[in-house]
């Protein structure tokens, strides 16, 4: 049940993510133009919304980089993770399937490649490979961070308080975790669009790869392992940092 939740709460995450950057970038959208503030608060209700969907199944990890958080203080066994990233990926590649499907006749009347490839994965507004990283590291550090102290201060509310699955069972912890993806967006996305996720960059980015979308260019690979490798690291860290200041999990 847990992979199954994961698979789908990251679907979800990608469906309403992918597609609000589709509805605003994409040439004769309804939406087209609404620009970074709409974006970010599709992002976070994406998230807000696939929480509450799964958080009670799986802790609603939708995200490799909170499970590597997770398990490396212990509140994830690491037999789990492999099934958990593989939720996670292919749950991310079929929500983007999804959101292409839905605006399926964009592609063909956009005419730039790189507003297509950003509908499906991030890419930065300024190349720099080592900002870049940083960049993702802090936005996922703080990501983690503010998971962290969520669930701390709701642990009073619960029986059994502690788990990611006690934090999101309670009505409104999933709305707190949104809240916070938008203010990482508003604040830390704008120089490489926040992925903060590798699932949700990753998965993506294949199906960019593997779709018949009409000019839409390269799938960036050169840059691909930036949102993969930095949002883990960040993620760690956080958890770590967390722990080691002696903060409640």
């Known amino acids: 049940m847990v992979y199954l939740a994961e698979f789908v709460g990251t679907a979800i995450l990608t469906l309403l993510g992918c597609g609000v950057v589709a509805g605003v970038t994409l040439a004769r959208s309804k939406a087209e133009g609404s620009g970074w503030i709409v974006i970010t608060f599709g992002w976070g209700l994406a998230v807000t919304v696939a929480v509450y969907v799964v958080g009670q199944y799986s802790g609603a990890h939708i995200n490799p980089a909170v499970t590597f958080a997770m398990a490396s203080i212990g509140e994830l066994g690491w037999a789990q993770v492999p099934g958990y990233i593989a939720a996670q990926l292919l749950g991310a590649f079929f929500g983007a399937v999804l959101a292409w499907v839905v605006?399926?006749?964009?592609?063909?009347?956009?005419?730039?490649?790189?507003?297509?490839?950003?509908?499906?994965?991030?890419?930065?507004?300024?190349?720099?490979?080592?900002?870049?990283?940083a960049t993702e590291v802090i936005g996922t550090f703080l990501l983690i961070f503010g998971i962290l102290g969520i669930n701390a201060n709701?642990?009073?509310?619960?029986?059994?308080?502690?788990?990611?699955?006690?934090?999101?069972?309670?009505?409104?912890?999933?709305?707190?975790?949104?809240?916070?993806?938008?203010?990482?967006?508003?604040?830390?996305?704008?120089?490489?669009?926040?992925?903060?996720?590798?699932?949700?960059?990753?998965?993506?980015?294949?199906?960019?790869?593997?779709?018949p979308i009409p000019g839409k260019g390269s799938s960036d690979w050169s840059y691909s392992w930036v949102p993969i490798v930095a949002p883990i690291v960040g993620a760690v860290l956080a958890a770590q940092v967390y722990v080691l200041l002696g903060f409640e999990v």
């Open 103 to 133: 605006y399926l006749p964009h592609w063909r009347v956009t005419e730039d490649p790189v507003v297509k490839l950003g509908v499906f994965s991030t890419i930065p507004a300024v190349r720099s490979i080592a900002a870049n990283f």
């Open 154 to 211: 709701m642990n009073p509310i619960g029986a059994g308080g502690g788990g990611l699955q006690d934090l999101f069972g309670t009505g409104f912890a999933p709305l707190l975790v949104g809240f916070l993806v938008l203010a990482i967006g508003l604040s830390l996305g704008g120089p490489t669009g926040y992925a903060i996720n590798p699932a949700r960059d990753l998965g993506p980015r294949i199906a960019h790869a593997v779709l």
